[in-house]
C-alpha cells in the first residue's frame, strides 16, 4: 500500500490536485471535507454538529475526524493506497493515523507539501466562494479566520512529519497542470526509491 498526504492551506489546490492523482495512480480518495460535506447532506446528527464548526472556519473535534477516518480506512480493506486530502490538520489527528496505518501494517512514505502565497489563497478561496455550493467559501473573515487556524492549528503537522523526514515542498503557485507535474514526478520518484 503506498500512502500521499496531500497538504497545504485552505485554497492550495489539494481538491483539484487530488482528482488528477486518484486518476493517475489509483489512491482511493480520502478527504475529511468531503466526507464532512456527505454526512450534511444526508443530515445526520454527526453531519449538522459538524457544520456548526465548519461555517465559523473551525476545525470539528479530532475525535469526531478520525472516527470518520477510521471508519473509511477499515471500508477500503484492498485499496492500493490511500490519497489524505485534508487530514491530518493537528498533530493529534496525525498520531492516530500512525496508529491506524500501523494497524495495517501500513504507513505514510510521503507528504507532499503546497505552498502558496497567503494573498494568493484569499482570492482563490472568494473566487471559488462565488460559484461553490460551499456554505464556508465566499465570506473574507471566515476566510482569514481559516488561514489563521491553518497556521496554529495545522502547520505543526508539516513539523511533525518534517522530523521524520517525509515531507517535500511543491509550489503551488502557477498552472494546474504544470503542479499536477511537480506532484507526479514527486511521487514517481518516492516509489522508484
Ligand atoms: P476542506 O474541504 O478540507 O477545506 O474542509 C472544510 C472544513 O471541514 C474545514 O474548514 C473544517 O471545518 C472541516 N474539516 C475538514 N477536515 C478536517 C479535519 N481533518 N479536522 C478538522 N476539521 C476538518
Redesign the pocket.
Known sequence: MFNVILFGP?GSG??TQSEKLIEKYGFVHL???????KERQLKTHLGIE?QK??????????E??IGM?SSALDENLNAPGFLF??????VT?AEALDRLLELKKSEIPVVLFLEVDEEELIKRLVNRGKTSE?T?DGDENIQRK?QQ?YKKETLPVAAYYAKKKKVVTINGMGSIEDIFSRLSASIDKKIAD
Open positions: 485552505p489539494k481538491g478527504s475529511t471535507g468531503d466526507l464532512l460535506r459538524a464548526f465548519v461555517d465559523k472556519g473551525q476545525l470539528v473535534p479530532d469526531v475526524v477516518v486530502d485534508g487530514f491530518p490538520r493537528t489527528q460551499r464556508d481559516r487556524v
